[in-house]
């Protein structure tokens, strides 16, 4: 057993009881602090929600569920902060559903657009345990809970303001009491593990400790396995279409590994790996229509608050034919991920991954990683200057394209060899180069919506019931969306300033230990 810290799930103190005792019992041991009320037993089911990556368990917080006599209440506890309560009714599955208040206003930021989701639950019957002092008023609150199926008993100690001298006692009389022991791991994580999940199990980014001796084909297999896994978790999530990130955070993952493929031929096949970079193109084109669907119509919701209220309500029938395509989009999607050519893949991939075919039997895979991801890093940062300081103060849309895809390739060699490199190196070259990626990305997400843009407007022109105030509104909207583009383009040439300057030249360069030389 852990010490008594105390349970991250709550702001209330947790101890585990390795014997069962009853309220009664228990009652009789806090006599000496005051009088003591024991309530009715109550049964209870706890849902603990978070996104599939975990972000309410990161904020330090924990979201539950409580449902009991066909009622539901929402308890979030925000770290140390005191918890909150409200009354739900129906699913809540994302921000917007959350009810109106500070259990809104906390998640909200945290969860993004990303969906609430039941982490683990438990049937537990509960009794309150109120100890009381001369007067009658509540000192502290034992909360007596035996989970279904478990002969372990949890009692939650809570501490009232004003009572806290009162609450502490109790605290440490239950300590005194045989049996009894701080709880080890908290509700949460146990529920979650029958669930075959873990707090913290997932995240998108690339958390690999690779040393900076290690043969350079035994890292790149490291970063493509991981990659492989990220992948795997999110065809589900996808396919359910539970919330956007699913199928974003598997696009990422295609793209991240057809950039290793790619940029790392010296130490991979390419020969053997060919038929898989084959397959990882088609699976990046089937699951870029819907993708860009959904980024689209996120930023519409967004446009037409910025928009007048006018022109905003005039865009309804945009916001409806988009939520059509994307559908029709999702459906196709959904069959791709379900179809025999993806399982194929997947089980081909996994492998290839396994087998001695993956790495070239060249000098170059068994050197050591630093020393080789320092060197392409460095070749991809000069492609990277070279095509940006060769655009022009106008460049087309598809140079600033191919710039984006240059930077994407530069700041996933920098993720996937930042701990073999020293993460106090890599990490703010990866910050500035994320900023840059999201100019970029943003500029090329408002070229494409523009297209977009027209070829939703042809199809509502031949449709009757559409209205000139819905067309007019359409190039309002497009008028919007170029002004926002060159405000991107802005942007992105301020930033190129900072990153190309001498000082991150001679941070690149001293990635592989090669001194103050600048590229």
């Not at 009664?24 to 005051?34: C, F, K, S, V």
């Not at 989701?117 to 438990?122: C, E, F, T, W």
């Not at 400790?209 to 996808?238: C, H, I, M, S």
Request: hydrophobic fraction near 40%; proline fraction near 5%; glycine fraction near 8%.
């Amino acid at each position: 057993m852990t010490s008594d810290t105390g349970d991250r799930e709550t702001n209330r103190r947790v101890l585990a009881l390795e014997a069962p005792l009853p309220p009664e019992r228990l009652a009789a041991a806090l006599q000496p602090e005051g009088e003591v009320a024991v309530g009715r037993a109550v049964q209870l089911q706890r849902t603990y929600l978070d996104s599939f990556d975990w972000r309410v368990w990161g904020s330090g917080g924990r979201l539950v569920l409580e449902e009991s006599g066909g009622r539901q209440s929402l308890h979030w506890h925000p770290g140390a902060m005191s918890p909150v309560t409200a009354p739900v009714a129906g699913t809540v599955r994302f921000a917007s559903d959350l009810p109106a208040g500070p259990i809104r206003r906390d998640l909200a930021p945290i969860l993004e657009m990303r969906a609430l989701l039941p982490m683990g639950r438990v049937a537990l019957r509960q009794r309150l345990v109120r100890v009381l002092d001369g007067q009658r008023k509540t000192v502290a609150l034992v909360w007596w809970e035996e989970r279904s199926g478990c002969t372990a008993i949890r009692l939650r100690t809570e501490v009232l303001t004003g009572y806290e001298r009162a609450g502490e006692a109790v605290h440490r009389r239950l300590l005194a009491l045989e049996s009894v022991t701080p709880a080890g791991e908290s509700e949460l994580a146990l529920a979650a593990a029958e669930h075959g999940r873990r707090p913290g199990d997932y995240s998108s980014r690339i958390d690999l400790e690779l040393k900076p001796e290690t043969p350079a084909g035994e890292a790149a297999r490291a970063v493509l396995r991981r990659l492989a896994d990220t992948l795997r978790a999110n065809v589900d999530g996808a396919v359910e279409d539970l919330d956007t990130e699913f199928l974003h955070d598997l696009r990422v993952a295609v793209r991240r590994t057809r950039a290793a493929l790619g940029q790392l031929k010296a130490v991979l096949d390419p020969e053997a790996a060919a038929p898989y970079v084959e397959e990882l193109r088609w699976l990046g084109n089937a699951t870029g229509p819907c993708r860009d669907l959904d980024v689209f119509q996120l930023n519409v919701e967004g446009y037409r608050k910025e928009l007048a209220p006018d022109t905003a309500a005039a865009l309804q029938p945009l916001a409806d034919r988009l939520h059509h395509m994307r559908a029709q989009s999702h459906r196709e999607l959904a069959a791709d991920l379900r179809s025999r050519r993806f399982s194929g893949f997947i089980k081909r991939w996994d492998a290839f991954l396994d087998s001695d075919r993956l790495c070239a039997d060249t000098a170059t895979a068994t050197l050591p990683v630093r020393s080789v991801a320092a060197d392409h890093i460095q070749r991809a940062y000069g492609r990277f200057l070279n095509r940006a300081q060769g655009m022009g103060p106008q460049p087309p849309a598809e140079g600033m394209h191919r710039l984006r895809i240059d930077a994407k390739k530069l700041r996933y060699l920098l993720e996937f060899f930042a701990s073999a490199l020293g993460k106090s190196a890599a990490r703010p070259l990866v910050r500035e180069l994320k900023a840059i990626q999201d100019t970029l990305g943003a500029y090329h997400d408002l070229h494409v919506q523009q297209l977009r843009l027209q070829e939703v407007g042809r199809e509502l022109l031949t449709d009757n019931g559409t209205g000139a105030d819905t067309l007019l509104a359409m190039g309002r909207l497009s008028a919007f969306l170029e002004t926002r583009q060159e405000q991107h383009h802005h942007d992105f040439a301020r930033r190129f300033a900072t990153f190309s300057d001498k000082s991150v030249r001679k941070a690149v360069a001293r990635l592989g230990g090669a001194g103050e030389r600048a590229r």
